[in-house]
């Protein structure tokens, strides 16, 4: 055994990195990339079956945690490998905005399906364009910070932890913000229906809004917990306990991909669109009878 280094071993003069402190567990990676990987698979069904191709983000977002924890699992074996290391941090960081992604689109298109486009607070064809590009903004700053440990250099490592922080800092007041967007949207529904909720009853509108609020929450709970894991830094109790990544990392994007297999957005859009054009059909033969 060598003496301790700042940041791993000291084996015959040479620091060895340390990645991890604790062994990944290997079953329990490789049961959430099945998980992942199944969930996925639904997804790109559902892709087809609705012409969902804003949820192209979404299903790269599934792919990426599903290869992530490919990654930690094998890291079982090879906990001092970078190759591994780097390819579940790099994925497991860059899979939320890409989930998110799909959820910003999500709110403007429900808006319109339903009528209320004019109770966004801010236009959808401007509020989904400025929120992708937040989301684009986090994304490369979680996926630069996860390349830069690479080298193994020390002071790269450091840099990384201060660049992703950064990014998950701006992830969670974004998301925070998109949670009361969501909320107000739905409150002015509650308070004036619109015309399409009015003449269909069975338009449930109320469940979509509560899963883009749910779906948003886990990934603020997931943003919180890994924002807390950076702060702490090496010697922190998140990052030096394996089952935080699982309970509140794995499950809550795998609750993400879940609620939205059970209540598709794209279901409610395809409707509202042949509601939409029921009612330009039948204003047109009114404007036509008179």
């Given at each position: 055994m060598g003496d301790e280094g700042p940041f791993g071993p000291v084996v015959n003069g040479t620091m060895v990195v340390v990645f991890y402190e604790y062994r990944p567990n290997r079953e329990a990676g490789f049961a959430f990339l099945a998980l992942f990987a199944l969930a996925t698979f639904g997804h790109i069904v559902y892709l087809f079956y609705l012409r969902a191709w804003s949820f192209i983000p979404f299903i790269l977002g599934g792919l990426a945690e599903a290869f992530g924890y490919y990654g930690r699992a094998m890291s079982h074996d090879a906990p001092d490998?970078?190759?591994?290391?780097?390819?579940?941090?790099?994925?497991?960081?860059?899979?939320?905005?890409?989930?998110?992604?799909?959820?910003?689109?999500?709110?403007?298109?429900?808006?319109?399906?339903?009528?209320?486009?004019?109770?966004?607070?801010?236009?959808?064809?401007?509020?989904?364009?400025?929120?992708?590009?937040?989301?684009?903004?986090?994304?490369?700053?979680?996926?630069?910070?996860?390349?830069?440990?690479?080298?193994?250099?020390?002071?790269?490592?450091?840099?990384?932890?201060?660049?992703?922080?950064?990014?998950?800092?701006?992830?969670?007041?974004a998301l925070t913000v998109f949670i009361f967007i969501t909320w107000l949207v739905k409150r002015r529904i509650n308070r004036t229906p619109t015309r399409v909720i009015l003449e269909d009853p069975s338009v449930n509108w109320k469940n979509h809004f509560r899963a883009i609020m749910a779906v948003t929450l886990l990934i603020v709970v997931r943003s919180i917990v890994r924002t807390i894991e950076y702060l702490q830094g090496e010697d922190g109790f998140v990052i030096s306990h394996e089952e935080f990544i699982y309970v509140f990392d794995a499950l809550p994007m795998f609750l993400v991909m879940i609620i939205y297999l059970a209540l598709h957005p794209g279901r409610l859009i395809r409707h509202g669109r042949r509601l939409s054009m029921k009612e330009k059909f039948e204003d047109r033969l009114l404007n036509a009878n008179l």
């Open positions: 490998k970078v190759g591994p290391w780097i390819l579940q941090n790099l994925l497991l960081l860059a899979s939320p905005p890409l989930l998110a992604a799909s959820i910003y689109m999500t709110l403007g298109r429900i808006a319109i399906a339903v009528g209320a486009r004019n109770y966004m607070p801010i236009n959808p064809k401007l509020l989904t364009p400025l929120y992708v590009l937040i989301d684009i903004g986090t994304l490369a700053t979680q996926l630069g910070g996860s390349i830069l440990p690479a080298s193994g250099d020390p002071s790269a490592i450091e840099l990384s932890k201060k660049v992703v922080l950064g990014g998950l800092i701006a992830q969670l007041v």
